[in-house]
Protein backbone atom coordinates (compact mmCIF):
# COMPACT_ATOMS: atom_id res chain seq x y z
CA UNK A 1 0.00 0.00 0.00
CA UNK A 2 1.20 3.33 -1.18
CA UNK A 3 2.39 6.22 2.19
CA UNK A 4 2.84 9.71 2.68
CA UNK A 5 6.52 9.77 3.93
CA UNK A 6 8.93 12.29 4.63
CA UNK A 7 12.12 12.31 4.96
CA UNK A 8 13.96 14.87 7.27
CA UNK A 9 17.46 15.53 6.20
CA UNK A 10 18.96 15.92 1.94
CA UNK A 11 22.18 14.13 2.93
CA UNK A 12 23.56 11.28 1.03
CA UNK A 13 21.83 8.65 3.41
CA UNK A 14 18.56 11.04 3.41
CA UNK A 15 18.43 11.08 -0.48
CA UNK A 16 19.23 7.39 -0.94
CA UNK A 17 16.37 6.56 1.97
CA UNK A 18 13.98 8.60 -0.63
CA UNK A 19 15.32 6.55 -3.23
CA UNK A 20 14.21 3.09 -1.45
CA UNK A 21 10.73 4.71 -0.59
CA UNK A 22 10.01 6.10 -3.95
CA UNK A 23 11.23 2.37 -5.44
CA UNK A 24 8.50 1.06 -3.19
CA UNK A 25 5.57 3.26 -5.05
CA UNK A 26 5.55 5.79 -1.85
CA UNK A 27 4.68 9.40 -2.23
CA UNK A 28 7.99 11.10 -0.90
CA UNK A 29 8.93 14.45 0.54
CA UNK A 30 12.27 15.46 1.12
CA UNK A 31 13.03 18.12 3.57
CA UNK A 32 15.65 20.23 2.58
CA UNK A 33 16.82 23.76 4.14
CA UNK A 34 18.75 25.31 1.40
CA UNK A 35 16.32 26.35 -1.34
CA UNK A 36 19.08 25.95 -3.95
CA UNK A 37 19.09 22.05 -3.23
CA UNK A 38 15.31 21.77 -3.09
CA UNK A 39 15.07 23.74 -6.79
CA UNK A 40 17.70 20.88 -8.04
CA UNK A 41 15.95 17.54 -6.36
CA UNK A 42 12.77 18.84 -8.03
CA UNK A 43 13.72 20.17 -11.13
CA UNK A 44 16.85 18.40 -12.51
CA UNK A 45 15.98 15.52 -10.32
CA UNK A 46 20.10 15.28 -9.14
CA UNK A 47 21.47 16.20 -5.81
CA UNK A 48 24.51 17.14 -6.98
CA UNK A 49 26.41 17.46 -4.23
CA UNK A 50 25.79 14.38 -1.54
CA UNK A 51 25.11 11.74 -4.45
CA UNK A 52 26.59 13.42 -7.96
CA UNK A 53 25.32 11.51 -11.36
CA UNK A 54 22.52 9.82 -10.24
CA UNK A 55 19.59 10.55 -11.14
CA UNK A 56 16.49 10.05 -9.01
CA UNK A 57 12.95 9.28 -8.77
CA UNK A 58 10.56 11.99 -9.88
CA UNK A 59 8.16 10.80 -7.31
CA UNK A 60 10.44 12.46 -4.50
CA UNK A 61 9.09 16.17 -3.81
CA UNK A 62 11.74 18.18 -1.74
CA UNK A 63 10.52 21.47 0.55
CA UNK A 64 12.21 23.90 2.40
CA UNK A 65 9.09 24.51 4.97
CA UNK A 66 8.79 21.80 7.18
CA UNK A 67 5.37 22.91 8.60
CA UNK A 68 3.68 21.86 5.21
CA UNK A 69 6.62 18.44 4.69
CA UNK A 70 5.21 16.81 7.80
CA UNK A 71 1.79 18.10 8.87
CA UNK A 72 -0.41 14.82 8.15
CA UNK A 73 2.36 12.52 7.53
CA UNK A 74 1.78 8.97 8.59
CA UNK A 75 5.66 8.19 8.43
CA UNK A 76 8.20 10.50 9.25
CA UNK A 77 11.96 9.39 8.66
CA UNK A 78 14.78 11.44 10.12
CA UNK A 79 18.48 11.27 8.67
CA UNK A 80 19.85 14.30 9.95
CA UNK A 81 23.32 14.68 12.08
CA UNK A 82 23.59 13.79 15.47
CA UNK A 83 24.53 17.11 16.63
CA UNK A 84 21.06 18.60 14.89
CA UNK A 85 18.63 15.93 15.83
CA UNK A 86 17.39 17.59 19.19
CA UNK A 87 16.91 20.94 17.40
CA UNK A 88 15.04 19.60 14.65
CA UNK A 89 12.44 17.23 16.66
CA UNK A 90 12.02 20.27 19.09
CA UNK A 91 10.79 21.96 15.74
CA UNK A 92 9.13 19.13 14.27
CA UNK A 93 6.81 18.30 17.35
CA UNK A 94 4.12 20.77 16.76
CA UNK A 95 2.94 19.46 13.10
CA UNK A 96 3.78 15.99 13.89
CA UNK A 97 0.36 14.00 13.62
CA UNK A 98 0.04 12.20 17.02
CA UNK A 99 -0.07 8.54 15.35
CA UNK A 100 2.97 9.01 13.15
CA UNK A 101 5.45 6.38 12.94
CA UNK A 102 8.43 7.95 13.14
CA UNK A 103 11.95 5.81 12.26
CA UNK A 104 15.76 7.89 13.19
CA UNK A 105 18.40 6.27 10.42
CA UNK A 106 21.46 8.43 12.33
CA UNK A 107 24.46 6.65 13.89
CA UNK A 108 25.74 8.88 16.86
CA UNK A 109 25.28 10.06 20.17
CA UNK A 110 24.27 14.19 21.75
CA UNK A 111 27.95 15.08 22.95
CA UNK A 112 26.49 17.03 25.70
CA UNK A 113 24.84 14.51 27.63
CA UNK A 114 26.40 11.68 25.81
CA UNK A 115 22.71 9.93 24.78
CA UNK A 116 21.64 7.83 22.02
CA UNK A 117 19.55 9.14 19.17
CA UNK A 118 16.24 7.48 20.58
CA UNK A 119 16.94 9.18 24.40
CA UNK A 120 16.97 12.55 22.63
CA UNK A 121 13.91 12.24 20.31
CA UNK A 122 12.31 10.82 23.24
CA UNK A 123 12.57 13.62 25.23
CA UNK A 124 11.47 16.06 22.67
CA UNK A 125 8.12 13.97 21.52
CA UNK A 126 4.94 13.11 23.05
CA UNK A 127 5.14 9.95 25.12
CA UNK A 128 2.41 8.41 22.40
CA UNK A 129 4.93 9.08 19.08
CA UNK A 130 8.16 7.80 21.01
CA UNK A 131 6.85 4.33 22.08
CA UNK A 132 6.37 3.75 18.39
CA UNK A 133 9.88 5.28 17.74
CA UNK A 134 12.35 2.94 15.26
CA UNK A 135 15.76 2.67 14.69
CA UNK A 136 17.25 1.76 10.91
CA UNK A 137 21.20 0.54 11.25
CA UNK A 138 23.32 -1.94 8.98
CA UNK A 139 26.13 -1.73 6.83
CA UNK A 140 24.73 0.36 4.05
CA UNK A 141 26.44 3.06 2.07
CA UNK A 142 24.11 5.34 0.65
CA UNK A 143 26.40 5.47 -2.38
CA UNK A 144 25.25 1.64 -3.65
CA UNK A 145 21.36 2.17 -1.97
CA UNK A 146 20.69 4.38 -4.84
CA UNK A 147 22.15 2.23 -7.13
CA UNK A 148 20.16 -0.38 -5.93
CA UNK A 149 23.06 -2.49 -5.23
CA UNK A 150 21.95 -5.25 -2.56
CA UNK A 151 21.95 -4.32 0.52
CA UNK A 152 20.70 -5.82 4.35
CA UNK A 153 19.85 -3.75 6.77
CA UNK A 154 17.94 -3.60 10.14
CA UNK A 155 14.86 -2.18 12.01
CA UNK A 156 14.88 -2.38 15.67
CA UNK A 157 12.31 -1.01 17.98
CA UNK A 158 10.92 -2.11 21.18
CA UNK A 159 7.58 -1.97 19.82
CA UNK A 160 7.21 -4.78 17.42
CA UNK A 161 3.92 -3.37 15.45
CA UNK A 162 6.41 -0.40 14.27
CA UNK A 163 9.40 -2.93 13.72
CA UNK A 164 7.00 -4.38 11.34
CA UNK A 165 5.68 -1.12 9.74
CA UNK A 166 9.14 -0.29 9.06
CA UNK A 167 9.78 -3.53 7.19
CA UNK A 168 7.44 -3.72 5.04
CA UNK A 169 7.52 -0.01 4.26
CA UNK A 170 11.28 -0.45 3.03
CA UNK A 171 12.02 -4.00 2.17
CA UNK A 172 12.53 -4.85 -1.53
CA UNK A 173 14.56 -6.70 -4.10
CA UNK A 174 17.71 -4.60 -3.22
CA UNK A 175 16.87 -3.46 0.05
CA UNK A 176 16.66 -6.47 2.69
CA UNK A 177 15.42 -5.68 5.95
CA UNK A 178 15.37 -7.33 9.40
CA UNK A 179 13.99 -6.77 12.57
CA UNK A 180 15.45 -7.10 16.05
CA UNK A 181 14.14 -6.11 19.16
CA UNK A 182 17.46 -4.57 20.50
CA UNK A 183 17.20 -0.86 20.03
CA UNK A 184 19.63 0.13 22.46
CA UNK A 185 22.47 -2.32 20.84
CA UNK A 186 21.56 -1.06 17.09
CA UNK A 187 22.43 2.33 18.47
CA UNK A 188 25.19 1.46 20.24
CA UNK A 189 27.01 -0.47 17.64
CA UNK A 190 25.97 1.52 14.81
CA UNK A 191 27.37 4.77 16.25
CA UNK A 192 30.78 3.17 17.86
CA UNK A 193 31.63 1.42 14.69
CA UNK A 194 32.49 5.16 13.30
CA UNK A 195 35.29 5.12 15.86
CA UNK A 196 37.01 1.88 15.00
CA UNK A 197 36.69 2.74 11.37
CA UNK A 198 38.80 6.16 11.89
CA UNK A 199 41.11 3.62 13.19
CA UNK A 200 40.84 1.49 10.02
CA UNK A 201 41.90 4.16 7.77
CA UNK A 202 44.69 5.49 10.55
CA UNK A 203 45.68 2.04 9.82
CA UNK A 204 46.23 2.28 6.07
CA UNK A 205 47.39 5.80 6.12
CA UNK A 206 50.69 4.68 7.93
CA UNK A 207 51.17 1.61 6.01
CA UNK A 208 50.49 -1.14 8.18
CA UNK A 209 48.58 -4.10 6.51
CA UNK A 210 45.79 -6.49 7.02
CA UNK A 211 47.15 -8.25 9.76
CA UNK A 212 46.80 -4.66 11.93
CA UNK A 213 43.42 -3.82 10.44
CA UNK A 214 41.81 -7.47 11.24
CA UNK A 215 43.14 -6.96 15.02
CA UNK A 216 41.71 -3.74 14.66
CA UNK A 217 38.21 -4.68 13.54
CA UNK A 218 38.42 -7.64 15.82
CA UNK A 219 39.51 -5.92 18.95
CA UNK A 220 36.93 -2.76 18.71
CA UNK A 221 34.36 -4.68 18.47
CA UNK A 222 34.95 -6.43 21.78
CA UNK A 223 35.27 -2.70 23.01
CA UNK A 224 32.03 -1.96 21.26
CA UNK A 225 30.19 -5.11 22.83
CA UNK A 226 31.63 -4.59 26.29
CA UNK A 227 30.32 -1.07 26.69
CA UNK A 228 27.30 -1.89 24.56
CA UNK A 229 26.62 -4.37 27.44
CA UNK A 230 27.28 -2.19 30.29
CA UNK A 231 24.23 0.28 28.83
CA UNK A 232 21.70 -2.64 28.02
CA UNK A 233 22.36 -4.07 24.77
CA UNK A 234 21.85 -7.78 24.23
CA UNK A 235 25.07 -9.44 23.24
CA UNK A 236 23.67 -11.36 19.81
CA UNK A 237 23.21 -7.55 18.40
CA UNK A 238 27.16 -7.16 18.09
CA UNK A 239 27.57 -10.15 15.97
CA UNK A 240 24.64 -8.86 13.57
CA UNK A 241 23.94 -6.57 10.95
CA UNK A 242 24.09 -3.58 13.46
CA UNK A 243 27.47 -4.60 14.81
CA UNK A 244 29.65 -6.58 12.99
CA UNK A 245 28.07 -5.61 9.57
CA UNK A 246 28.74 -2.15 9.68
CA UNK A 247 32.03 -2.52 10.65
CA UNK A 248 33.23 -4.44 7.92
CA UNK A 249 31.64 -1.75 5.37
CA UNK A 250 32.67 0.61 7.22
CA UNK A 251 36.06 -0.16 7.76
CA UNK A 252 37.06 -1.54 4.07
CA UNK A 253 34.97 0.56 2.19
CA UNK A 254 36.25 3.98 0.03
CA UNK A 255 32.63 4.85 0.60
CA UNK A 256 33.06 5.36 3.89
CA UNK A 257 33.86 9.35 5.31
CA UNK A 258 35.13 8.10 8.48
CA UNK A 259 37.65 5.72 6.91
CA UNK A 260 38.74 8.46 4.47
CA UNK A 261 39.47 10.91 7.47
CA UNK A 262 41.59 8.29 9.51
CA UNK A 263 43.30 7.61 5.98
CA UNK A 264 44.13 11.58 6.06
CA UNK A 265 45.27 11.43 9.92
CA UNK A 266 47.05 8.52 9.08
CA UNK A 267 49.56 10.61 6.93
CA UNK A 268 50.10 13.14 9.12
CA UNK A 269 47.18 15.76 8.22
CA UNK A 270 45.76 18.08 11.25
CA UNK A 271 41.65 17.32 12.25
CA UNK A 272 40.87 20.53 11.05
CA UNK A 273 42.19 20.18 7.95
CA UNK A 274 40.59 17.13 7.14
CA UNK A 275 37.21 17.99 8.30
CA UNK A 276 37.46 21.40 6.03
CA UNK A 277 38.56 18.43 3.36
CA UNK A 278 35.55 16.45 4.22
CA UNK A 279 33.13 18.92 3.62
CA UNK A 280 30.57 16.57 5.08
CA UNK A 281 30.09 15.33 8.69
CA UNK A 282 32.28 12.53 9.83
CA UNK A 283 30.26 11.42 13.02
CA UNK A 284 33.11 9.43 14.21
CA UNK A 285 34.86 12.19 15.83
CA UNK A 286 31.88 13.43 17.94
CA UNK A 287 31.30 9.73 18.67
CA UNK A 288 34.70 9.47 19.83
CA UNK A 289 34.49 12.19 22.05
CA UNK A 290 31.48 10.59 23.69
CA UNK A 291 32.43 7.49 23.67
CA UNK A 292 35.70 8.09 26.01
CA UNK A 293 33.25 10.10 28.41
CA UNK A 294 30.85 7.23 28.60
CA UNK A 295 33.97 4.57 29.29
CA UNK A 296 34.79 6.65 32.03
CA UNK A 297 31.69 7.26 33.71
CA UNK A 298 30.84 2.92 33.37
CA UNK A 299 34.33 2.29 34.05
CA UNK A 300 34.48 0.28 30.70
CA UNK A 301 38.07 0.03 29.48
CA UNK A 302 38.25 0.90 25.86
CA UNK A 303 42.19 1.19 25.02
CA UNK A 304 41.30 1.24 21.37
CA UNK A 305 39.11 4.61 21.69
CA UNK A 306 41.38 6.02 24.50
CA UNK A 307 44.22 5.97 22.03
CA UNK A 308 41.91 7.48 19.09
CA UNK A 309 40.86 10.53 21.55
CA UNK A 310 44.62 11.38 22.20
CA UNK A 311 45.64 11.13 18.55
CA UNK A 312 42.32 13.29 17.89
CA UNK A 313 42.27 15.90 20.79
CA UNK A 314 45.25 15.71 22.49
CA UNK A 315 47.75 15.64 19.77
CA UNK A 316 49.54 12.07 20.30
CA UNK A 317 51.22 10.94 17.44
CA UNK A 318 49.26 7.90 15.36
CA UNK A 319 52.13 5.56 15.35
CA UNK A 320 52.57 6.33 19.28
CA UNK A 321 49.33 5.53 19.72
CA UNK A 322 49.68 2.05 17.91
CA UNK A 323 53.03 1.39 19.88
CA UNK A 324 51.06 2.25 22.97
CA UNK A 325 48.28 -0.30 21.97
CA UNK A 326 50.86 -3.11 21.18
CA UNK A 327 52.72 -2.90 24.84
CA UNK A 328 50.23 -3.07 26.73
CA UNK A 329 49.71 -5.84 29.08
CA UNK A 330 48.70 -9.66 29.03
CA UNK A 331 45.25 -10.10 28.77
CA UNK A 332 42.46 -12.82 27.65
CA UNK A 333 40.81 -12.75 24.66
CA UNK A 334 37.19 -13.36 25.51
CA UNK A 335 37.54 -10.26 27.93
CA UNK A 336 34.45 -8.61 25.98
CA UNK A 337 32.19 -10.73 28.07
CA UNK A 338 33.40 -9.35 31.15
CA UNK A 339 32.29 -5.32 30.83
CA UNK A 340 35.15 -4.46 32.42
CA UNK A 341 37.60 -6.22 31.27
CA UNK A 342 40.08 -5.49 28.21
Known amino acids: MKKNVTVIGAGSWGTALASVLADNGHHVTIWVRDPKLADQINTKHV ?56 IHATKGFELESLKRMSEVIMEEVPVAISSRLAVLSGPSHAEEVVLRQPTTVVIASESGESMLRSQDLLMNANFRVYTNPDL ?16 AGMSDGLGYGDNAKAALLTRGLAE ?13 TFAGLAGVGD ?44 AFALARREGVDMPITTVLYGILFEGKDPRQGVEELMRRGKTFEMSYLDPNGA
Open 184 to 199: VGAEIAGALKNIIALG
Open 47 to 102: NEKYLPDVELSTHIVASTDLESAVTGKPIVLLAVPSHAMRQICRQLVPFLDPEVLL
Open 224 to 236: ISRLGMKLGAMPP
Open 247 to 290: LIATCTSKHSRNWRAGYLLGQGKELDDVLEHMGMVVEGVRTTNA
